[in-house]
């Protein structure tokens, strides 16, 4: 059982390291942001092959422990390195797990000096940066800052009104608000939000065509 065991971790080693292998390749012809991604994918394969490891090593122990309880002599000495082997290969863990802990991207308040939690627009959304996939943190860290003070495009308020002389741009704001003739309302069978708006105009007594 054992040996069936051994057999089927080496088997997983061995797809773990062509896939690390594969990816090592592809890191050839990607930019940084897939480099990085290797390299995380490498660490995670690395996590699971020492977990292996240590489990065949508790085995191992475990199976020391029940011949000694049954009167079979063991070695002290033998069993003595495979615990030194296992911690080594738990700080080895920590170790790698450390690595991917730096690779996240961290805030500190520049006032109390204490960690905070930054969010920014992802995708059309606002998300915690710090939970971000590798590519999407490098492109965060790539951003650049639009900054008004410095900005090269001199103008007043929005640029499609510029061309409109104050005269007009007074009266304009001084016209009343005016709905069209009959509001036009697109709206289909199951959607919740165009049920809701059709309520809402039926109940302000605003007649629509549907």
Sequence with gaps: MEERVKELLEKAKLTAGMAA?????????????????????????????????VELLMREIGRMVYLTNTGVETDEAELEEKLTQIDEKYAAIAELKA??????????????????????????????????????TQEYKERKEYVIETSVLKHEGPVFETHKPASEKAEAASMPMTLAATPILFATPTCPNCKAAALSLEKAGIPYEK
């Design 21 to 53: 292998d594969g990816a090592v390749k592809a890191a050839g012809v990607v930019s940084q942001k897939g480099t990085q991604l290797v390299e995380k994918t490498k660490r995670s394969f690395q996590v699971f092959d020492l977990n292996n490891e």
């Design 99 to 136: 690595q991917q802990e730096e690779q996240k991207t961290t805030c500190v308040c520049p006032v109390c000096g204490k960690r905070c939690e930054v969010y920014s627009r992802i995708t059309g959304y606002y998300r915690p940066v710090q939970n971000w996939n590798v590519g999407k």
